[in-house]
């Protein structure tokens, strides 16, 4: 079992950059692929960016060139900065481990970009 807390949503202005963390219960890197996805009110979920086990990491296209996955092994903890900020860009953001048929949730954070 995998336990996954995310924090570092909050209110920000467009063109704002906000900085997301998902840290972990245990060990996750080289074990499991670890996936940011979010949700908007009415929509379904959507997957984000995910840095797989071997460290490749892959972006949906609405957010390549403005979100960066990362992860810090000693932490356990795996990051999600995002840069130039749009509105459409609200949403509760989930963090995701998965490896096979294994897979875990948090419970999201909150982002609002408003002005």
């Known amino acids: 079992q995998v336990q996954l807390v995310e924090s570092g949503g909050g209110l920000v202005q467009p063109g704002g950059s906000l900085r997301l963390s998902c840290a972990a219960s245990?060990?996750?890197?080289?074990?499991?692929?670890m996936a940011w996805y979010r949700q908007s009110p009415g929509k379904q979920r959507e997957l984000v960016a995910v840095?797989?086990?071997?460290?490749?990491?892959n972006y949906a296209d609405s957010v390549k060139g403005r979100f960066t996955i990362s992860g810090d092994n000693a932490k356990n903890t795996v990051y999600l900065e995002m840069n130039s900020l749009k509105p459409e860009d609200t949403a509760v953001y989930y963090c995701?481990?998965?490896?096979?048929?294994?897979?875990?949730w948090g419970k999201g954070t909150l982002v609002t970009v408003s002005s």
């Open positions: 995701h481990a998965y490896r096979g048929v294994l897979n875990y």
């Open positions: 840095i797989i086990s071997g460290g490749s990491t």
């Open positions: 245990t060990s996750i890197f080289n074990v499991y692929s």
